[in-house]
């Protein structure tokens, strides 16, 4: 074993996909980019962090709803430029030719283009640490979408995709909660 940087640690642990986020409030709609987010238990409930430096966080912050969206690596340069922007000067939606769909239970907007999205209420909001924790009100997914991989930040302005998935349920069958 050779030493490893201790700031640079985190990006061993990298939890989730990149995700994008909308909002809404009043006549605006944002997206904003995130890589820190965390499924909390086999529950519906996630978390993700963010802050004040995020133009949507005011948005989270008074709407307390959003949208998680989930996009796949043939997005990703996309995804990437819209966290690298600010919609406080521009419609993100516009900008990246992404289409907003109407959300069932929330006022965010689906992202038509994206694998899945989830419509989510926050819950909770852990203000030293900036994280909003979620919970999911209903869950969608584009089945005929051909690219399903997803794309991971390392945390250093480099990423890694999904790629072949196995499965070892039986293995754990015993471990795992009914219906998951």
């Known amino acids: 074993m050779k030493s490893f940087?201790?700031?640079?640690?985190?990006?061993?642990?990298?939890?989730?996909?990149?995700?994008l986020v909308t909002t809404a409030w009043g006549e605006k709609r944002n997206i904003m980019t995130l890589s820190w987010t965390m499924v909390l238990d086999f529950t519906p409930r996630f978390a993700f962090m963010t802050g004040p430096w995020n133009y949507s966080y005011r948005a989270l912050v008074k709407t307390k709803e959003c949208v998680v969206a989930i996009p796949t690596v043939d997005m990703s340069k996309t995804v990437v430029s819209i966290g690298a922007c600010s919609g406080a000067a521009l419609n993100k939606f516009e900008k990246f030719h992404l289409t907003p769909q109407e959300a069932k239970f929330v006022g965010?907007?689906?992202?038509?283009?994206?694998?899945a999205n989830i419509e989510c209420r926050v819950a909770d909001h852990?203000?030293?640490?900036?994280?909003?924790?979620?919970?999911?009100?209903?869950a969608w997914i584009d089945?005929?979408?051909?690219?399903?991989?997803?794309?991971?930040?390392?945390g250093d302005g480099r990423f890694t995709a999904d790629g072949e998935k196995f499965s070892h349920r039986r293995i754990m069958r015993e471990k795992l909660p009914d219906g998951v």
């Open 143 to 154: 089945e005929k979408r051909r690219e399903k991989r997803l794309f991971h930040a390392t």
């Open 5 to 19: 940087p201790l700031n640079r640690a985190f990006t061993f642990l990298e939890p989730g996909p990149v995700i």
């Open 126 to 138: 852990i203000k030293p640490h900036g994280i909003f924790v979620l919970d999911a009100e209903a």
């Open 108 to 115: 965010a907007p689906l992202i038509k283009e994206c694998y």
